[in-house]
């Protein structure tokens, strides 16, 4: 695995009126849908096929490239750990705070 930049947001804890002692936020996230770690604007799956298996992979958020397609659930699931401790897919809660 090579010295990838990932891009990512902070995403601030806020409350809002309308959803008494509910604080949302508080997490980051990936800027930009992830994709193979190299790959190109001409190829988006270098390495890793369409849906082959992740194993040491990671998910890397960059702006301008394919995104990984066609990656099963337990691959992205895979993937998005390879990025480090505390990484995971985003949770219902995560999906209601960007809304």
């Given at each position: 695995m090579g010295n990838y930049v990932n891009h990512e947001?902070?995403?601030p804890k806020f409350t809002i009126a309308d959803?008494?002692?509910?604080?949302?936020?508080?997490?980051?996230v990936d800027k930009y849908i992830c994709s193979q770690p190299n790959a190109t604007a001409a190829?988006?799956?270098?390495?890793?096929?369409?849906?082959?298996?992740?194993?040491?992979?990671?998910?890397?958020?960059?702006?301008?490239?394919p995104v990984w397609d066609y990656v099963s659930f337990p691959n992205a699931?895979?993937?998005?750990?390879?990025?480090g401790k505390g990484w995971h897919l985003m949770s219902a809660f995560e999906w209601a705070s960007l809304a």
């Open positions: 947001v902070i995403i959803v008494s002692g509910v604080t949302f936020g508080g997490f980051g190829e988006g799956s270098p390495d890793v096929a369409h849906s082959g298996a992740a194993v040491a992979v990671p998910g890397i958020s960059r702006p301008g490239l699931m895979i993937a998005c750990c390879n990025k």
